[in-house]
């Protein structure tokens, strides 16, 4: 079956540590997304990829990089300079060509400070 | 710039009874609509979209209809389910630039009670 996947479900960061969330997907999808989500509010761009190599920012990208080197995988690290981490972070993709096409999302990552 | 906006929640209903969630947007141009809905721990799923002006989006019993003249897509369902707890987020997308993200609404939260 096609689809996103995210690794870990789960993920703790010590102080000073930088983590990588990971994001792959099988649906052929040129344009990837990571999207951070707080409670009560709604999701806020971190950074987007149209295609392999090539990568923008997001609304909120400080604190964060990414990686677009096959065209399935998207891999997202939060580093040690983004002061509040906590947050659930969710991985998309889309067909990049129309703008009718919806973005299928994965299951999410939470990730908390130990 | 693009922006959506729904209304607040929480909102709390009794088994069977009608739903309506609020959207309005301000875009651009003429952006595609969506509802995504997100059940307890999970990523987003696309629920419907309308990519015109009168389009109606339905699945799963929930209706949107794509308003140009009040910039709207309310949410509706007749007769809820306890299963249709979840939030519930608009959002919408706009080709610009060749960069198709989505500005989605600060989310819903309805909890329906048997």
């Known amino acids: 079956d096609g689809g996103i996947t995210q690794s870990p479900k789960y993920l703790f960061r010590k102080e000073g540590q930088n983590v990588t969330l990971s994001c792959e997907q099988n649906?052929?999808?040129?344009?990837m997304y990571w999207y951070r989500q707080d409670p009560g509010q709604g999701l806020r761009l971190i950074y987007y990829?149209?295609?392999?190599?090539?990568?923008q920012k997001g609304d909120i990208a400080e604190g964060y990089s990414v990686s677009r080197e096959k065209k399935e995988s998207f891999p997202l690290t939060v580093t040690s300079a983004q002061k509040n981490p906590t947050a659930f972070y969710l991985c998309?993709?889309?067909?990049?060509?129309?703008?009718?096409?919806?973005?299928?999302f994965g299951d999410g990552t939470r990730l908390s400070i130990l | 710039g693009n922006s959506v906006t729904q209304m607040e929640g929480p909102v709390t209903l009794s088994e069977e009874a009608f739903l309506t969630i609020n959207c309005t947007y301000t875009?651009?141009?003429?952006?595609?609509l969506f509802w995504y809905v997100q059940y307890p721990g999970e990523g987003l799923q696309l629920l419907l979209k309308?990519?015109?002006?009168?389009d109606k989006g339905s699945n799963k019993g929930f209706e949107a209809t794509y308003r140009k003249e009040t910039t709207s897509f309310h949410l509706e369902k007749g007769s809820v389910q306890v299963s249709d707890s979840a939030v519930y987020f608009c959002?919408?997308?706009?080709?610009?630039?060749?960069?198709?993200?989505?500005?989605f609404g600060a989310g819903t939260t309805v909890t329906v009670r048997a």
């Open positions: 998309a993709s889309s067909l990049r060509r129309d703008s009718n096409q919806p973005q299928h």
């Open positions: 649906l052929n999808h040129d344009a």
């Open positions: 875009a651009t141009g003429y952006p595609s």
């Open positions: 959002a919408l997308s706009l080709a610009r630039s060749n960069d198709y993200k989505l500005s």
């Open positions: 309308a990519t015109k002006a009168d």
């Open positions: 990829s149209q295609i392999v190599n090539d990568f």
